[in-house]
């Protein structure tokens, strides 16, 4: 079996409301879908996440024909090894990670359909019969909180995900209202995008663990230098969690060791493949974190291929990041079980184990071309 053929295509997917916090304003997913076909007629599908410029990752992405076409899917770490080192992509590594993610997913998929298996089964097998995820919370009045609180609730979720950061006497009152809807048992995490000192951290944090119960905080404070969350995590009682400062596999594995926090909160985009984000995730577990598979905002394949890792690696966290309960629509023939509700088994179909339907492809690709990307900022809100 080898590569034949290498499709990429823009597609911009609307939220059901706009995304916020201190560091995005956001209406919907953009997102490069990566196409590859072989000489057998097998097709394999991945999603290359866009970042703050869509069009330069399939630029990225395309850039890999030299190493794609002709190459047997099997190979997948000699492609990832010739696109960063004879491709000159390691000289830029974020922008290769967001783009090659979604090409590794592909030579996967073609793999998995390949022999007629699940990609976590490939990994190993699953630990866990379902992966749980989260309630992803709009910013707004106590009262939009609580009728959001109310719809997870009733949804059967469990953990419940806010962005902070913006203004501390509002986010109060959010939380209050968060807290008295989803009762004592509920579990709330918010997320600062590093918006914080450690000064301000130290003044908000503990008194919203105490009135709120928070489960952990993300991103509470830069994570350059590192002593700036560990500093954190000498002197609170909360949770905490890592997001940014993950942006390389050397990165990432040097905040492991440093056990800075509790949960990482990252995927293969960070680092490029999935093998490395497994490796990854493999360490962090020696070290005693917990994993969080991140979102930067996904369609269907991207959510299949992080199930996939949730399912197989032995820490995986409960709430699980996700943006498919916010996706008015998507591009596969049927719509993820986490669109409708908190949990999700065992995939059995081969491959990523989840089917596009061109037709809604075609639909989004128009729609990008219609109204570009759906950018992580809005100037005029």
Not at 25 to 34: E, Y
Not at 263 to 277: A, D
Not at 320 to 331: F, P
């Amino acid at each position: 079996m080898k590569v034949s053929e290498l499709e990429t295509y823009l597609v911009s997917v609307p939220y059901r409301h706009t995304e916020v916090s201190s560091r995005v304003n956001r209406g919907g997913v953009t997102a490069v879908i990566v196409k590859l076909t072989t000489d057998e007629g097998l097709v394999g599908w991945g999603e290359a996440t866009v970042g703050p410029d869509a069009a330069s990752i399939e630029l990225a992405v395309q850039s890999a024909r030299p190493f794609l076409l002709g190459r047997d899917p099997w190979q997948k770490d000699a492609i990832a090894r010739d696109y960063y080192q004879v491709g000159l992509w390691d000289h830029r590594p974020m922008t290769a990670n967001y783009a090659f993610a979604g090409i590794d997913q592909a030579l996967w998929d073609l793999c998995g359909k390949q022999c007629g298996q699940p990609l976590y089964r490939l990994w190993g097998g699953a630990v866990r019969d379902e992966v749980n995820y989260f309630y992803y919370l709009s910013q707004g009045e106590p009262g939009d909180l609580v009728k959001q609180c109310q719809d997870g609730v009733e949804q059967g979720f469990h953990c419940y995900y806010l962005k902070v950061g913006i203004d501390a006497n509002r986010e109060t009152e959010m939380l209050a209202a968060v807290r008295q809807t989803i009762g004592p048992e509920g579990k709330i995490r918010i997320d600062a995008n590093q918006a914080w000192s450690v000064a301000e951290a130290m003044k908000v944090l503990p008194a919203w663990h105490d009135q709120f119960n928070i489960d952990f905080v993300e991103a509470p404070v830069r994570i350059e230098p590192v002593e700036n969350m560990l500093d954190l995590r000498s002197r609170l009682g909360v949770g905490l969690c890592v997001n940014e400062g993950l942006w390389t596999e050397q990165e990432a594995y040097r905040v492991i060791r440093s056990r800075c926090g509790d949960t990482l909160c990252f995927s293969s985009y960070w680092v490029g493949t999935q093998q490395r984000f497994l490796a990854l995730c493999r360490a962090a577990h020696l070290e005693g974190w917990t994993v969080c598979k991140h979102t930067h905002g996904e369609l269907g394949l991207a959510a299949a291929a992080g199930q996939h890792a949730m399912l197989n690696i032995p820490n995986a966290s409960e709430g699980i990041q996700q943006t498919a309960y916010m996706m008015q629509d998507d591009l596969l023939t049927e719509p993820l079980p986490i669109s409708a509700g908190p949990n999700w088994g065992r995939i059995e179909g081969a491959g990523l184990g989840v089917e596009v339907d061109e037709g809604k492809l075609q639909q989004y690709a128009e729609l990008y071309e219609e109204i570009g990307q759906f950018m992580p900022y809005d100037l005029k809100s």
